[in-house]
């Protein structure tokens, strides 16, 4: 999924997917501190500084000690924090390359403080609190193709917000389910490149996560409904918290309850670019009978694309979330007048990404009963 939203976003030439985890990519000039809080899937963003034709390691630590004495030069105050990550099947000793750093700033008389962790890879919690961002450095390596690549961490993704927005928000309702605004970042990034311009619709918007996300993302003209007065209320105070919480001026989305079975009387036809949404995906609780469920929500979900397809501009996105049931057959709605769209450069598909037999992405964590199908749309 963050692959999917990284080509989305970006106008990426040459990537490589170097590990499950990390991808190296070639891309015009950006700015890492606001495209880390765009991006809903991405944990760092670094920038690719040296490579080397072979793993010597001698010639490693001069690399990494000019990289790091670099930063340090620039103007650090105080105790200067390191911390080395390697990525991917490398056969780096992190460890031993940190104390013979640590070694190189003693000889110069620099105090520093080399910063380990028990995984591998430090994580963007590590890298934010021991400041090594702002008064130091985290160096990445990582082998391709017997090269190694060495780079400097820009940014992390800001986890404290992410936490405060999906666990501190004033109304949540955990027994009917919440989309994580994680995901719901990656699905309004695959819906539209087109912001703040872009009209975008949550026609099942239970209490506000696309929305709220929408607005600190800066979609200026936003619209959800839902058949629940009690989830439209929730939305608006999720609105106004993350409108105060972050000082955003823009305006109110546009609510109104409404079953998506009559979206028209709500929504003027051609009027939106996309339409992101985690719709009713049947009982959160108790026994089922599962077949049962399918073939209503499969009903549900039909009859909303009916809606859709008017309300929609052309070429227009919708991205859906259809629930897999373990063990059971695909739900599959008719989504007559739109095409599934692959969202997966093809180069990149492989071993390492794992989709659907229809070219969708299932997302979950292990153990869950039922997992998220993320399916792409576009208006023909």
């Known amino acids: 999924m963050s692959l999917a939203e990284l080509f989305a976003v970006l106008d990426i030439r040459d990537a490589r997917l170097l590990a499950p985890d990390f991808l190296l990519a070639q891309t015009d000039d950006f700015d890492p501190d606001t495209l880390i809080r765009r991006l809903g899937g991405v944990i760092k963003i670094g920038k690719v500084e040296s490579i080397l034709?072979?793993?010597n390691q001698v010639k490693l630590l001069q690399e990494i000690s000019e990289l790091a004495l670099n930063?340090?030069?620039?103007?650090?105050t105080g105790k200067f924090n390191f911390g080395i990550s390697g990525y991917g099947s490398s056969l780096f000793n992190e460890k031993i390359l940190g104390l013979k750093l640590k070694q190189v700033f003693k000889e110069k008389e620099i105090s520093c403080r080399f910063v380990v962790s028990q995984e591998k890879t430090l994580s963007s919690v590590v890298v934010s609190q021991n400041k090594l961002l702002s008064r130091g450095i985290e160096i990445i390596?990582?082998?391709?193709?017997g090269q190694t690549i060495i780079g400097q961490t820009l940014a992390v993704q800001p986890f404290k917000d992410m936490s405060l927005r999906d666990?501190?928000?004033?109304?949540?309702?955990?027994?009917?389910g919440m989309l994580p605004p994680k995901l719901a970042q990656i699905m309004i990034n695959l819906a539209s490149k087109k912001v703040p311009e872009a009209v975008l619709l949550d026609p099942f918007c239970?209490?506000?996560?696309v929305l709220t996300e929408a607005f600190m993302m800066g979609y200026q003209k936003?619209?959800?409904?839902?058949?629940?007065?009690?989830?439209?209320?929730?939305t608006r105070r999720?609105?106004?918290?993350?409108?105060?919480?972050y000082k955003i001026s823009a305006p109110n989305p546009v609510l109104s309850v409404c079953p998506v079975q009559r979206l028209s009387s709500f929504i003027k036809p051609t009027s939106i670019d996309a339409i992101v949404t985690e719709p009713y995906l049947g009982p959160q609780r108790g026994k089922m009978d599962i077949p049962s469920v399918i073939s209503e929500l499969e009903e549900l979900y039909s009859l909303a694309f009916k809606e859709f397809f008017p309300a929609l501009r052309p070429q227009g996105r919708v991205v859906m979330v259809w629930p897999v049931f373990y063990g059971e057959r695909p739900i599959n709605p008719q989504h007559t007048g739109f095409k599934v769209i692959d969202i997966i450069p093809g180069s990149l598909k492989g071993p390492l990404v794992k989709l659907s037999r229809r070219g969708t992405i299932i997302y979950g964590r292990p153990g869950q009963k039922v997992f998220r199908e993320i399916v792409v749309l576009e208006k023909e």
Request: net charge neutral.
């Open 167 to 176: 666990y501190g928000r004033p109304a949540r309702d955990d027994h009917s």
């Open 206 to 209: 239970g209490s506000g996560t």
């Open 71 to 76: 930063k340090q030069a620039q103007g650090s």
């Open 222 to 234: 936003i619209f959800g409904s839902d058949i629940s007065v009690q989830a439209l209320e929730a």
């Open 238 to 245: 999720n609105v106004g918290w993350v409108k105060e919480l």
């Open 53 to 55: 034709k072979s793993s």
């Open 141 to 145: 390596l990582v082998s391709d193709k």
